[in-house]
């Protein structure tokens, strides 16, 4: 069984490589939420693409956060949807992207029916793709591609290790949560090893918050409510905290993991009202399952992190201070 798993992810790695080999135009796609793994990965391969000549350009839903716009090879990202109507475009490649109809949106746009390779490792990813590189349990997408690079025995250049030690940084939370395991640690110390910039790297995650950000944070943690039944913590950013302050969605996903590392209750959930008028429901666990949560909600994720969707909802606080999801009236 351990062979079998072994020879397929070694046998895809090896077709995706002939595929990039063949492909005149091909398209990267990242993920809707544009984090430090989907884009380190993504770009470790346009990088690696670019030094035989063929630059690729990486779609990505909006603009590139501001701590990724000093990533290497980051020009070649693109907001406009126009690439997708070149009827040249004969591969796509999606990175960490777990979701089948964001990415089908845009490969239905293109005039010509080109392959589509889904390389990624969440476990609720629903293989779309037509060539499906999922290493369920991997710690990062970047992992993935590390293996690939191994693989098909290339050796990454000093812009692709510090574009993959982004992705193993940025899933790991810089190798301290529960996706830590022996081969990412091995696998950043070949990328340091390679040329990586680790400094810029962590520097660009971590220890750069903002007074907004901070804000924020302290919203948040005022608001924390405990429900000691079900186990569960949470708290809620409405709407307003967060466009008065212009804080990203990492750095929501850092209230998160900071609360879920230092406070014990089997389940954390952090709800926002998002620009949408949707309210999204982020879960950490350090014990539980929440990606079956998350899917039977809609939503997917990873078995420690996960998080859905309730559409037209708002965040309310009653007047005993207790906060509650309410659905929108439909008028
Ligand atoms: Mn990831």
Redo the contacts with the bound molecule.
Sequence with gaps: MLFGYLNMETYLHRHIHDLLLKADHPVFIADERIDG??LGSALAVADYLASLGKKVPVFVSAPVPVQYQRLPRVSQCTTDIQVFADPSIDLVVSF?CSDGKFIHSFVEQIPARPTLVNID?HTTNDRYGDVNQVIDGAP??AYVIYRFFEVNRILPSKDAATCLLVGLCF?TMAFTNSATNDGVLEAASQLVLLGARVQDVIRSLYQNRSIAALRVWGLALERLQEDSVQGTLSTFLTRNDLDGNQVTDDEIDGISNFLNIVIESKILLVLRETPLGDVKVSMRSLTQDVSVIAKANGGGGHVRAAGYTIPRAVLVCGDNGCWRVEKKQIN
């Design positions: 793994d989907t960490d490792h990062a997408t899933d």
